[in-house]
């Protein structure tokens, strides 16, 4: 245990030493108007949190992007987090089509933006290519207790797949690749 906890902290320690910070909304600004401005691609059912996830990507991006190509420098991707309808028990009701029915209710818009040499800020085992990460309340204020790291990590699952889990698979389908 005690073993557990010095390994933690040393590289905690190491971090600092390396001297990087992430970045967050100090980089990945909160894109205002991209509901009317930006293109929707896909909506995610995540019935395991009640949601559904509207994912949209800048437009600039949507008519260049090609599958198989990593995205433009510039791009935007925004995942919106709506609430789902709830029955009267209070589970997530289906609508017609077999899918979550969403609500305008939203509580969470996290936005990943890429642009040439923000990767360089990072370590090698860190950084996500040129991807930063931020996390946005509705009113466009930043998540106050928003940790970056996980957004990292996880999005590195998706290393060949330019760090993002739906964009990349969404040009791929729709070119039949
Ligand atoms: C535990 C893994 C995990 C973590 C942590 C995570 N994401 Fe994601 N992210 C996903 C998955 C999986 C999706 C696809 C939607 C789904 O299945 O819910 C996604 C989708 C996205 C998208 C839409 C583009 C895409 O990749 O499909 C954005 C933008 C995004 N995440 C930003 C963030 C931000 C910002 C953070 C940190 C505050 C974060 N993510 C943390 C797993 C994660």
Known sequence: MNKIVVISLASVFAAGVAGYTLAGPDRVAFPSGYAERFVLYNTVDRPDRKTIRFMYVSPETHTKAKAGEPAPDGTILIM?????????????????????????????????????????AYPPEVRNGDWDYAHYLPDGAPKADAKFDGCFSCHRNRTGRDFNFTYTKYLMDREGK
């Open 80 to 120: 919106e987090d709506h609430r789902a309808k709830l029955d009267a028990s209070g589970s997530a009701e289906l609508g017609p089509d077999g899918r979550l029915v969403p609500t305008d209710q939203i509580t969470n818009i996290f936005v990943m933006e890429k642009r040439a040499g923000w990767g360089d």
